[in-house]
C-alpha cells in the first residue's frame, strides 16, 4: 500500500489548489479515505473524509471551501481547495482506513501567503 500526496505549492490568500493522492494497492470501496493536515505546532487535523461507501465529510474550517473526490479509475484521491486562507498553510497527508487505524502517506506542503 502506497500513498503520494502531490500538488502542493505556494499560492497567495483567495486561490486555489488541487492536490492529487496515487492510491496504489487500496481498493476504494474497502476503504475509508481521507486528507489530513498537519501546521507547525498544531495537531494533525482530519479536513476531509469519504467513506468507502461514498460519504464525504468536511471539517468545520473547510467546509464549502474544500472538496474531496477521488478517480477509480486512476487509483486517485483529489482535495480541491478554495478560496485558500493563510491559516490553511500546512502539510497535506492522504490517509487510508481500512478494518482499523488511518495510515497517511507522504505529505504535500501547502503554503498560503497574505
Known amino acids: 500500500v502506497q500513498l503520494q500526496a502531490s500538488g502542493g505549492g505556494l499560492v497567495q490568500a483567495g486561490g486555489s489548489l488541487r492536490l492529487s493522492c496515487a492510491a496504489s494497492g487500496i481498493i476504494f470501496s474497502f476503504n475509508d479515505m481521507g486528507w489530513f493536515r498537519q501546521a507547525p505546532g498544531k495537531q494533525r487535523e482530519l479536513v476531509a473524509s469519504?467513506?468507502?461507501?461514498?460519504?464525504?465529510d468536511y471539517a468545520d474550517s473547510v467546509k464549502g471551501r474544500f472538496t474531496m473526490s477521488i478517480d477509480i479509475a486512476k487509483n486517485t484521491v483529489y482535495l480541491q481547495m478554495s478560496s485558500l486562507k493563510p491559516e490553511d498553510t500546512a502539510v497535506y497527508y492522504c490517509?487510508?482506513?481500512?478494518?482499523?487505524?488511518w495510515g497517511l502517506g507522504q505529505g504535500t506542503q501547502v503554503t498560503v501567503s497574505s
Open positions: 469519504r467513506t468507502r461507501y461514498g460519504t464525504t
Open positions: 490517509a487510508a482506513k481500512g478494518t482499523s487505524n
